[in-house]
């Protein structure tokens, strides 16, 4: 299975309204970044609002 169908197997399986707890679980599950309308996304997982929750820090 190519990555893309896996991550989409991944998020399509969580079971209705649930939400990772932080990014350190989106990235063990292998499904980072993840985007607003994606099961699993929950605005604390979104530092800077743009609809993309746990993507990479390309801070200083």
Do not use: K, W
Not at 7 to 25: F, H, K, M, Q, V
Not at 34 to 46: A, T
């Amino acid at each position: 299975m190519e990555a893309a169908q896996e991550r989409e197997a991944i998020l399509d399986a969580l079971p209705a309204g649930y939400t990772y707890s932080g990014c350190n679980e989106v990235r063990a599950a292998g499904v980072a970044p993840l985007y607003r309308h994606e099961p699993g996304f929950s605005q604390r997982l979104d530092g800077d609002g743009d609809g993309i929750g746990c993507e990479p820090y390309r801070g200083h």
